[in-house]
């Protein structure tokens, strides 16, 4: 059965993994508020210097061998697929896209794994004569995601390419997990991406060829950390360093 209502779809979308998951807003949760994220640039430095600490960590060097314009973009990366994957779900799962604002969801700091987020209220109106992925820009992309983005670009002077690179890789990291974990709406999933990527804020971004299969245009910028290789979807071959010294 479809669910009738954004909570119940919501829900719904729950089920497929941690990264679909938008708790209930609870008070005195430790819950913060999420447009914090798009206007205050000291709570993304702070949040970028806790996982440059974990980088290190991991990796066994110092934090100053931890590059924070490649940290920032990770982090973002990993907020962006949170933002998107839910209502992503609820898409491809329910045939709806729930009316989230910004101001009514909230997160909690942690450090390592899916960023915990919440939703306040759900109004669910409807647009109508949109299709899923027209609603998912405009509910979604637009009002929600940008903002934060452009909060993350300004702080630490990565370019829109880069970072609407990582939300459409963070949306076809969703999409290999829905399908995987919902086979019966593979090919809804697969469509609602595919339209994306090929009209509004995601245009150019990155391309499905051949579908579920995802290549982005830029890169996330990973490589740059001590002892990492490259993602699965980047549009390099390999590290640029490695090139540098096979050249000469």
């Known amino acids: 059965m479809i669910p009738a209502s954004d909570d119940a779809a919501l829900d719904l979308a729950a089920e497929v993994g941690p990264f679909f998951v938008l708790d209930r807003w609870t008070p005195g949760a430790g819950w913060r508020p999420l447009a914090e994220l798009a206007e205050r640039p ?18 066994r060097v110092t934090v100053d061998e931890i590059e924070e314009r490649a940290t920032a973009s990770i982090v973002f990366l990993g907020l962006a697929a ?4 839910p209502a992503f779900a609820c898409a491809a799962l329910a045939d709806r896209v729930p ?5 009514a969801l909230w997160w909690q700091p942690v450090v390592g794994g899916p960023w915990p987020l919440a939703r306040s209220t759900v109004d669910g109106t409807e ?3 949109s299709s899923l992925a027209e609603e998912l820009d405009a ?19 990565l370019s829109p390419q880069v970072l609407w690179g990582n939300v459409a890789s963070s949306l076809a990291g969703a999409l290999t997990m829905l399908r995987t974990a919902r086979p019966g709406r593979a090919e809804v999933a697969t469509r609602i991406v595919g339209q ?6 995601l245009a150019g971004t990155g391309d499905l060829d051949p579908a579920p299969s995802f290549v982005r245009r830029s ?3 990973f490589y740059r950390v001590p002892g990492a290789g490259i993602c699965g979807d980047c549009v390099l ?4 360093a490695a090139r540098d010294t096979m050249n000469g």
């Not at 009316?99 to 101001?103: G, M, Q, S, V």
């Open 42 to 59: 000291d709570v993304l430095v702070e949040r970028v210097a806790a996982a440059r600490q974990l980088l290190a960590d991991r990796s």
């Open 219 to 221: 890169c996330c910028l």
């Open 237 to 240: 071959d390999e590290p640029p």
């Open 127 to 129: 647009l109508a004569g």
């Open 82 to 85: 949170r933002l998107v994957s």
């Open 99 to 103: 009316d989230l604002r910004l101001d």
């Open 196 to 201: 994306l990527l090929e009209h509004g804020t």
């Open 139 to 157: 509910r979604i992309l637009r009002p929600i995601v940008a903002p934060v983005l452009d909060n993350f670009g300004r702080t630490f002077a």
